[in-house]
């Protein structure tokens, strides 16, 4: 018993002494000493194939091409082009002065969804998109969670109102990015079991709650009836199609459907933390991903070279919150780097130079 009160004493002595920490404050600095490598640069030219820019004329659009040359992009995919003229002045403002350097997806024009005719009027606007320059489609992830129709219902993704426009894309061989629904984590509840518990605590807004929201799983099975109803449409499958933590079912899927595609943007860390497993996935499957990064923050790219290049062990991704686990590099051969940096990107992106990439 003495013992015992003593240890109680001296515990809660040192309690006394220590600062009251919260979880969400814990941010431990490793001690562990390993080979590093640090990249600006990556191997080989690359695509980035997902990205948000809608840069002006002139010396802005002069930057970003010098930004690019300074990490190897060759090109970039630019998603928001919008349709109509918006489009066409957005494909007139970014591709007249670097026309090899910048790609233009078109969007679907959603207004008037519920009219007569409005599936005959939306496909025969993206095939003028499609003349006047785009050389893809973005659907973004308001279509299946946000986007209603005039009478409050919710837009589903495999919704048939929409099979004229994809029909127009296998038409002109035209692929598809499309963002469904988020990851399986922001869906399930926030508590002790959910590994995304410190990014919803973080980040509040990110949860889908099932009272605004469909599941995860009717979200993915409406997107994977979608591919199958269009065999002959492309479909990138943005960000590993939030299949990243179940890298067998995305094979199963890749199987199943060959006309599916994916990109790894804002995923890495999925592939980071597996890295035996994914080295192994990106081999099997080199001709179905591309390269994706998302947002444009010049300095965060080194950390997707890293991790796709290097044997680096137990790093840290640029954005913590996008998973609490460290990162362990892929190590991946030239012959799998070259497909998911840009091979795969010429073979189903029209337009593209294959001259401006090696062998």
């Known amino acids: 018993m003495h013992f015992l009160a003593l240890g ?3 515990a809660s002595s040192l309690s006394a002494q220590q600062p009251v920490m919260t979880i969400d404050e814990f941010e431990p600095k490793s001690l562990l000493v390993v080979p590093e490598h640090k990249y600006t640069r990556a191997k080989f030219p690359f695509v980035d194939i997902h990205n948000h820019q809608n840069r ?3 010396a802005d659009l002069d930057r970003l091409m010098k930004d690019m040359e300074d990490i190897n992009m060759q090109t970039m995919v630019m998603l928001g082009g919008g349709f109509g003229s918006r489009l066409v002045d957005n494909i007139e403002r970014q591709k007249k002065k670097y026309p090899d350097r910048v790609v233009v997806f078109a969007n679907i024009d959603f207004s008037d969804m519920d009219a007569e005719g409005y599936s005959k009027r939306a496909a025969e606007q993206i095939e003028k998109d499609f003349k006047a320059g785009a050389q893809g489609l973005k659907i973004f992830k308001n279509f299946g969670m946000d986007t209603k129709d005039s009478k409050g219902n919710r ?3 495999d919704d048939p109102r929409f099979d004229g426009v994809f029909e127009m894309c296998a038409k002109y061989k ?11 984590g922001l869906f399930n509840p926030m ?3 959910n590994e995304r518990w410190l ?7 990110r949860g889908r709650d099932l009272q605004r929201y469909p599941p995860w799983a009717e979200l993915m099975a409406e997107q994977h009836r979608l591919f199958a109803r ?3 449409t492309i479909f990138i499958n943005a ?3 939030w299949l990243g933590n179940d890298l067998g079912k995305l094979g199963e899927l890749f199987d199943r459907l060959p006309n599916v595609h994916s990109e790894i943007g804002a995923v890495l860390e999925e592939l980071g933390r597996q890295p035996r497993f994914a080295r192994a996935f990106l081999t099997k499957y080199k001709d179905r991903v591309l390269f994706g990064k998302d947002t444009w923050r010049k300095a965060e790219y080194g950390t997707y070279f890293r991790t796709l290049e290097s044997a680096d062990e137990y790093f840290d991704h640029d954005r913590k919150y996008h998973g609490i686990w460290k990162m362990y590099g892929l190590e991946l051969s030239d012959d799998v780097l070259k497909h998911i940096y840009y091979k795969n990107a010429v073979r189903i992106v029209p337009g593209m130079d294959a001259s401006k990439f090696p062998r």
Do not use: S
């Open 8 to 10: 109680l004493f001296a």
């Open 56 to 58: 002006a004329a002139g």
């Open 155 to 157: 837009v589903h993704v």
């Open 174 to 184: 035209a692929p598809v990015l499309i963002h469904t629904a988020e990851p399986l």
């Open 191 to 193: 508590d002790k079991y």
């Open 199 to 205: 990014e919803l605590k973080l980040f509040p807004g």
């Open 230 to 232: 269009h065999p002959k």
């Open 239 to 241: 960000h590993l199609g």
